[in-house]
């Protein structure tokens, strides 16, 4: 009977220490590369394109588009890219002038709440991925384009970026830095 009981009590606790496959996980990503996509013809960058890889075991990256905005229209975004520039080999935040305001819970201005500068970000909502079958994993590359109209005449020679992904559920990934970029 003790035996019967000391097998029972084991296979007990093997059970009840099995993991969830679907226990909420953070994403992983790495970054890929910078390809640099078009140039001017004085031979200026005007389109680089930065690559990252994700992995995400619960599949829940990106969000429909009508979960894109908040109720008061603001972007949610789940890729935070923030800008870093290089200078004597030291990266540091790069800022712009940039008016910004915070709102309340119900989108009224909040007085006082102006900043007059911010550090260059390239956020972003990455579409919905739904995961096929069973296997909720889900695992690819994230292509994000920066143009010189709105991205690349605001940067500096040479930087990097810092950059990390938010699930649905609110799991932050890693915080990974991109190779440098050079800009022409």
Same mark, same amino acid.
């Given at each position: 009977?003790?035996?019967?009981?000391?097998?029972?009590?084991?296979?007990?606790?093997?059970?009840?220490?099995?993991?969830?496959?679907?226990?909420?996980?953070?994403?992983?990503?790495?970054?890929?590369?910078?390809?640099?996509?078009?140039?001017?013809?004085?031979?200026?960058?005007?389109?680089?394109?930065?690559?990252?890889?994700?992995?995400?075991?619960?599949?829940?990256?990106?969000?429909?588009?009508?979960?894109?905005?908040?109720?008061?229209?603001?972007p949610v975004?789940?890729?935070?890219?923030?800008?870093?520039?290089?200078?004597?080999? $030291?990266? #540091?935040?790069?800022?712009i002038p940039?008016?910004?305001?915070?709102?309340?819970?119900?989108?009224?201005?909040?007085?006082?709440?102006?900043?007059? #500068?911010?550090?260059?970000?390239?956020?972003r909502a990455?579409?919905?991925?739904?995961?096929?079958?069973?296997?909720? #994993? $889900?695992?690819?590359?994230?292509?994000?384009?920066?143009?010189?109209?709105?991205?690349? #005449?605001?940067?500096?020679?040479?930087?990097?970026?810092? $950059?990390?992904?938010?699930?649905?559920?609110?799991?932050?990934?890693?915080?990974?830095?991109?190779?440098?970029?050079?800009?022409?």
């Amino acid at each position: 009977m003790k035996k019967l009981l000391l097998v029972l009590f084991t296979l007990i606790s093997f059970a009840g220490c099995k993991k969830d496959r679907y226990a909420p996980e953070a994403p992983s990503i790495e970054f890929g590369e910078w390809k640099y996509l078009k140039k001017d013809a004085a031979g200026h960058d005007q389109l680089v394109e930065l690559i990252i890889y994700f992995k995400d075991r619960n599949g829940d990256i990106g969000r429909r588009e009508f979960e894109q905005v908040d109720n008061c229209g603001r972007p949610v975004n789940d890729l935070f890219i923030y800008y870093e520039k290089k200078v004597n080999n $030291i990266y #540091s935040p790069a800022y712009i002038p940039l008016p910004d305001s915070a709102l309340d819970l119900n989108c009224n201005l909040i007085p006082g709440s102006y900043v007059d #500068s911010s550090q260059i970000f390239f956020h972003r909502a990455l579409e919905y991925i739904q995961p096929e079958g069973n296997n909720r #994993s $889900i695992e690819g590359e994230i292509a994000y384009q920066l143009d010189y109209a709105s991205a690349l #005449s605001n940067l500096f020679p040479v930087g990097r970026c810092k $950059i990390y992904l938010m699930d649905r559920a609110g799991n932050k990934s890693n915080v990974i830095y991109s190779d440098d970029l050079v800009i022409n």
